[in-house]
């Protein structure tokens, strides 16, 4: 399973990034998937997951108005739409994936796949 993230790079505040993740090795519509992301001296955190069992998401409340994971199997890609950037929102965001059906267990657990890291600027 290799997990490649792209679509990172510098956007003005307000601005919109679209990050991608292609999976490939397996089906993806088998997996529940996610995004997580780690700034500078912190933590890694979770943004958003999409549960491969009934297609529901779960994302971070400090984003959940601004960013929307989605998939498109045919294309085995998963998207993270994140609209009006913030500086608080540079990081290094990755992609994962989990044979878990559900979210809960997904963010629980440590995923058993991810992606390299692209690194997201939100700066003037």
């Known amino acids: 399973v290799q997990l490649q993230a792209s679509g990172g790079g510098l956007a003005q505040p307000g601005g919109s990034l679209r990050l991608s993740c292609v999976v490939s090795?397996?089906?993806?519509?088998?997996?529940?998937i996610g995004w997580f992301r780690q700034a500078p001296g912190k933590e890694r955190d979770w943004v958003s997951c999409l549960a491969s069992s009934d297609g529901s998401t779960t994302t971070a409340d400090s984003v959940k108005d601004r960013f929307a994971i989605s998939r498109n199997n045919a294309l085995n890609t998963v998207y993270l739409q994140m609209n009006s950037l913030q500086p608080d929102d540079t990081a290094v965001y990755y992609c994962?994936?989990?044979?878990?059906?559900?979210?809960?267990?997904?963010?629980?657990?440590?995923?058993?796949?991810w992606g390299q890291g692209t690194q997201v600027t939100v700066s003037s």
């Open positions: 090795g397996v089906t993806l519509g088998d997996y529940t």
């Open positions: 994962a994936a989990d044979r878990a059906q559900h979210c809960i267990t997904f963010l629980t657990t440590t995923p058993d796949y």
